[in-house]
């Protein structure tokens, strides 16, 4: 098991190293720098200005500059929020906090609807209720993100029973969860039905069912078996939540990071853009690699393959 | 084997590219032309039969003025019929200057909003139609470049496996594991804020062609990876054809399926990601219409209460997402059989 994780923790590196470089080359694709803004202003001298740009390195070759910013975000430096005058870590952490929370209900919601749904669809294969949930999960997956978060807003005005925006109660959550929540359980219900019923040819289903077990218990036995993609799924759906999360926040009023990148990028605060990207793909990164470690532990055969 | 699914889907998506390229024609104004008169105005009833019972082959609608608050309308018994073919703002279209519209009233002080108009006074139909000249091309520009793209990097790296083959698999892994949506703002932030219409148009088939290009670059190369061990393949390049020759006659023309099966899932997805991003703000911006920057103006509870025909976008795009999943649902499954029944 250390042996896997230490070669997968590995194999990531390059992947890092690239992102690094990605991120980087977008810092200086965008027109001028940090300081540039201050050169517009008649209040600060030129002199001063370049005294500054000596002093951040921002005169140094660009490989040098590169070591310096990564030496920077190792030391936990993301940079500066000139739109809202505070470090742009402490902002992107806190609205992280936001972003993880709407994450983790709308992944908690998922495999509340997805696995009674994908149970149901395999015990009535081929029946109606196996249709009716095959049908309603694909609209839910092929439902862009910006339709269902306006509709469900929609539906909060028409009903009143949620509040608009902000971020106070559990009520607040529920309906932005919700929305995140319906097109990864249109795709966790498909994936795991079809992964029941190659697990219910099995034998030992056979010799379950056989021995009289009532069908519940028998899906009990067919669920550890089938319960391995939902891991994977989460890592492989991670990116697509967060990707969610950035509209869904937007048209809820809920403070989180897509929200910040988003709003910085209309204020022209592209240094913290950026950061929120790099942030973000870091969490997909590591997430992926937590999901592999966790499947690996789960199950055996990954680790020697 | 073909489907009614498969059907339907085809002919719809095929009416929604015709009816967009012909949007200037049947759209009765022009997406930038302000009625500041008459902001906000509810959709306008078409009717056929009148107040008194009498029917008439022609539609009309019913003539109104402003109410006393800002916002408000009461029809009045006049009639106003609707004319077809009538001579109406000047617009171009494929070169041309065209006065001609599909229908229109004759009255120029009175105007027939059929979706309604928004703050500006703007027409909704019309903006929706010449929205959809955006919104749709994006989407087909981008996977054809998106192609060109994967099909010459997917094809380089699968035939010439070495380090230039990891170097290109690591990008696209980089490109695949980060979150879409974020990569597709950290591309767009490094563009000016403020684009004009064309602009913004180039913008973002670039940035989709990148996020595109990734998926496609592998597909091609795990294909060209098992084909090129293939007899037929070796016997073409023992009789001495040219690396080219041999990608270009006997390995690329089998990737097609595959390619296929791949812009399908990739429009509506490009579609949609022109959606959110102008949606957001940054993609398209007023004046120039998209069905995105048409929803963003739907977004508060104010529109949805005193103004909820600002909504309507929603249904185009449903219908527009719905017939894209379909056809792409059909196509894997057509795909399967091809694949089992060779």
């Known amino acids: 098991m250390l042996r896997f994780t230490l070669s997968r923790i590995v194999e990531s590196i390059p992947l890092l190293v690239l992102l690094s470089l990605l991120v980087f080359s977008l810092f200086k694709l965008i027109p001028g720098d940090y300081l540039s803004e201050m050169e517009m202003d008649p209040t600060i001298s030129s002199q001063s200005v370049e005294n500054l740009r000596q002093e951040y390195g921002l005169d140094q070759p660009l490989i040098k500059q590169y070591w310096l910013w990564v030496t920077q975000i190792l030391r936990g430096n993301l940079g500066y929020s000139f739109a809202q005058r505070r470090p742009a870590s402490e902002l992107i952490l806190e609205r992280s906090m936001g972003t993880l929370s709407l994450a983790v209900t709308a992944l908690v919601m998922t495999l509340v609807l997805a696995l009674p749904l994908a149970a149901i669809s395999t015990l009535r294969l081929g029946d109606w209720p196996d249709r009716t949930i095959l049908w309603s999960s694909l609209i839910g997956l092929s439902l862009p993100t910006v339709l269902s978060s306006l509709l469900l807003l929609y539906f909060a005005y028409l009903t009143g029973w949620f509040p608009i925006g902000g971020a106070d109660t559990w009520k607040h959550l529920f309906l932005p969860a919700l929305t995140l929540a319906i097109p990864m359980a249109g795709f966790f219900t498909r994936t795991l039905r079809l992964e029941l019923i190659d697990v219910f040819e099995k034998p030992y289903i056979l010799a379950a069912t056989a021995k009289g077990l009532p069908p519940y218990r028998v899906l009990w036995h067919a669920f550890r078996n089938a319960l391995n993609p939902v891991i994977s799924l989460t890592g492989v759906s991670l990116g697509g939540l967060l990707s969610g999360a950035v509209v869904v926040e937007k048209v809820f009023s809920w403070p989180g990071l897509g929200a910040l990148t988003v709003d910085s990028i209309l204020a022209r605060d592209l240094y913290v853009a950026l950061a929120c990207v790099l942030v973000s793909a870091l969490v997909v990164i590591f997430a992926n690699l937590l999901a592999d470690l966790l499947l690996a532990w789960n199950d055996p055969k990954i680790r020697y393959e | ?342």
């Open chain 2, 1 to 342: 084997m073909k489907s009614w699914a498969w059907h339907i889907s085809i002919l719809g998506i095929v009416l929604l590219y015709v009816i967009m390229l012909v949007a200037p024609f049947i759209a009765p104004y022009s997406h930038k032309q302000q009625f500041r008169e008459h902001f906000y105005m509810p959709p306008t009833e078409v009717h056929f039969v009148d107040h008194e019972g009498a029917f008439s082959w022609r539609p009309f609608i019913y003539d109104y003025e402003r109410g006393q608050q800002a916002g408000s309308y009461r029809t009045n018994r006049q009639k106003l019929f609707v004319r077809f073919l009538v001579r109406g703002e000047p617009y171009r279209w494929l070169g041309l200057s065209l006065r001609t519209r599909l229908f229109g009233l004759n009255e120029t002080s009175k105007q027939i909003f059929l979706l309604g108009s928004d703050a500006l006074g703007r027409d909704l139909f019309s903006r929706i139609l010449l929205g959809a000249q955006f919104s749709l091309s994006v989407g087909i520009l981008a996977i054809f470049f998106a192609s060109l793209l994967g099909v010459i990097f997917g094809a380089w790296a699968g035939y010439w496996a070495g380090w230039s083959d990891r170097l290109i698999m690591r990008c696209c892994d980089l490109l695949l594991s980060l979150p879409g949506l974020f990569l597709v703002l950290g591309l767009r932030a490094v563009f000016p804020l403020q684009l004009s219409g064309r602009d913004s148009f180039w913008m973002i088939v670039l940035i989709f062609t990148v996020v595109g290009s990734s998926t496609i670059t592998r597909i091609i190369r795990g294909q060209v990876l098992t084909l090129k061990t293939r007899q037929y393949v070796l016997a073409a390049q023992a009789a001495g054809a040219s690396p080219w020759r041999v990608l270009i006659r006997h390995i690329l023309p089998f990737t097609a399926n595959y390619l296929v099966v791949q812009c399908a899932v990739f429009i509506p997805m490009f579609i949609m990601g022109e959606i959110t991003l102008s949606f957001l703000g940054v993609g398209v911006q007023e004046p120039d219409v998209s069905w995105g920057n048409l929803l963003a103006a739907g977004n508060s509870i104010q529109a949805m209460s005193d103004s909820p025909w600002l909504l309507s976008p929603v249904l185009f795009i449903l219908l527009t997402a719905f017939l894209f999943n379909l056809a792409g649902d059909e196509l894997r499954v057509i795909g399967k059989q091809r694949a089992r029944w060779w």
